[in-house]
């Protein structure tokens, strides 16, 4: 016979799936306001995969211009002490044309994709017996010109 101790408890898939998002805010020079839902799978404890969509309002004050940008991408976080953490991120953001493609390599098309590679790291503050927040400082590797971020991002996510 096993002893209470030595079953391990199956975990729930409610408790595999996790929600959450985050919210972010620039003003300057250029102004940002972004929004971004997440949900995502934790097949072991300290290890997270997701998907998460984005929005974000764009407001360049130099151009006087203003569009939407929009887009999702899938992520990995691992965390590998109580607080630290590794992040990793592929994103897709749907740029408007006459605002980004400065070097005129997608003519004729309203919209095109921009695809980044995020990776870093952060802390990870719990917040509740399932919650944490993050405080990430990332890289975006394909920091090209149609790029709407300048290195390091800084973000600020909740995951539930």
Do not use: C
Request: glycine fraction near 10%.
């Amino acid at each position: 016979m096993f002893s209470q101790g030595a079953i391990k408890k199956k975990r729930q898939l409610s408790e595999k799936v996790f929600f959450g998002g985050g919210f972010g805010m620039q003003f300057g020079s250029v102004n940002v306001v972004e929004v971004s839902p997440m949900v995502g799978y934790k097949p072991i404890e300290n290890l997270y995969f997701g998907l998460k969509g984005t929005y974000q309002y764009y407001k360049r004050d130099i151009y006087n211009i203003s569009t939407d940008i929009y887009g999702g991408s899938f992520f990995g976080l691992l965390s590998i002490f109580s607080n630290i953490a590794i992040y990793s991120e592929y994103e897709m953001l749907s740029l408007e044309s006459s605002y980004f493609d400065f070097a005129n390599m997608h003519t004729g098309k309203a919209r095109f994709w921009e695809k980044s590679l995020l990776l870093g790291g952060g802390f990870v503050q719990p917040i509740g017996e399932r919650s944490n927040m993050l405080l990430l400082v990332l890289w975006n590797l394909n920091d090209s010109p149609y790029s709407p971020y300048i290195n390091p991002i800084i973000r600020i996510t909740y995951l539930y």
